[in-house]
């Protein structure tokens, strides 16, 4: 893909990195191009998450994430949006067999998409990978807590935190991110206390989702955010709208005027032979 002329007044990683402690760094998932155009003048960053299995492909977890699908939905959101920090995740078996597989799937994706930097989940266990990333210099956002591709492994979605032995492994998760060069970290599904403590416990952003309002910046799934959830609402989400009403209620009202012949109206079809009616 060529290089994206907006790039240079873009929100950059180091941009993200700067505003620890400061005004909260505003964060939503974004995956389409019109939905990127939409939330782009209002967000710091954009996440094409691997959530996007889930949400748009119906997948019953993130491990239905290819690298294509995320190269793909990448390039959608960067023509979508020139402002925001574009942040693309990297999907489940294209970084842990080794560092030199993470860097090259890393290259491929900011190379495809132009993005400012990718995401990957883990904490000791992935450190290695985040160097070598970074070690490119590609701009990596870790991401500790509650780890959605762990989801059957783990038995579930299990919030994190609740015992001793899981905070301390929660601050070894912590530092060894930053240690290894990451820009920022989102700590998902953890005790709102212990994601308290990880934030000041370490020097680079801490993002939120189902953690605590101390966290640097907060996200949210689109989708959930807008009320578009089919399934269960979980408990960490707020909905700004009620999309899936909305949609539901347009879809009602078409399907009745269609059957009816309501629409199509006049002022909908072409009845001059000039060629002059509005297209
Ligand atoms: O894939 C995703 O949408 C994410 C966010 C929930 C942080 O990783």
């Given at each position: 893909m060529s290089r994206d002329p907006s790039a240079d007044s873009r929100i950059s990683a180091e941009d993200i990195r700067r505003r620890k402690g400061g005004v909260p760094i505003v964060?939503?998932?974004?995956?389409?191009?019109?939905?990127?155009?939409?939330?782009?003048?209002?967000?710091?960053?954009?996440?094409?998450?691997?959530?996007?299995?889930?949400?748009?492909?119906?997948?019953?977890?993130?491990?239905?994430?290819?690298?294509?699908?995320?190269?793909?939905?990448?390039?959608?959101?960067?023509?979508?949006?020139?402002?925001?920090?574009?942040?693309v995740d990297m999907p489940a078996g294209s970084y842990e067999a080794s560092p030199a597989q993470a860097a090259a799937a890393a290259k491929r994706i900011v190379e495809e998409t132009g993005c400012q930097a990718v995401k990957l989940e883990g904490g000791v266990d992935t450190a290695s990978r985040i160097a070598a990333i970074v070690a490119e210099g590609i701009p990596v956002m870790g991401h500790i807590g509650l780890q959605p591709q762990s989801v059957e492994k783990d038995g579930g979605y299990r919030i994190k935190g609740r015992t001793e032995d899981n905070i301390a492994a929660l601050l070894s998760d912590a530092e060894a991110v930053e240690e290894a060069g990451a820009f920022s970290v989102v700590i998902e599904g953890t005790m709102e206390v212990v994601a308290a403590k990880l934030t000041r416990h370490i020097s680079i952003p801490t993002i939120g989702i189902g953690a605590s309002a101390d966290c640097d910046g907060q996200i949210l799934v689109i989708d959930d955010m807008v009320g578009m959830t089919?399934?269960?609402?979980?408990?960490f989400v707020k909905e700004y709208a009620d999309l899936r009403g909305v949609m539901a209620d347009a879809a009602a009202r078409y399907a009745a005027e269609v059957r009816s012949r309501a629409f199509p109206g006049p002022e909908h079809v072409f009845t001059t032979a000039s060629g002059k009616d509005k297209t």
């Open positions: 964060c939503l998932t974004a995956y389409t191009y019109p939905v990127a155009r939409l939330l782009d003048p209002h967000v710091d960053l954009l996440l094409v998450g691997d959530s996007v299995a889930m949400v748009l492909h119906g997948h019953a977890t993130t491990l239905g994430a290819s690298l294509e699908m995320m190269i793909a939905h990448g390039q959608a959101v960067m023509r979508g949006s020139a402002r925001a920090c574009v942040v089919v399934d269960r609402v979980p408990k």
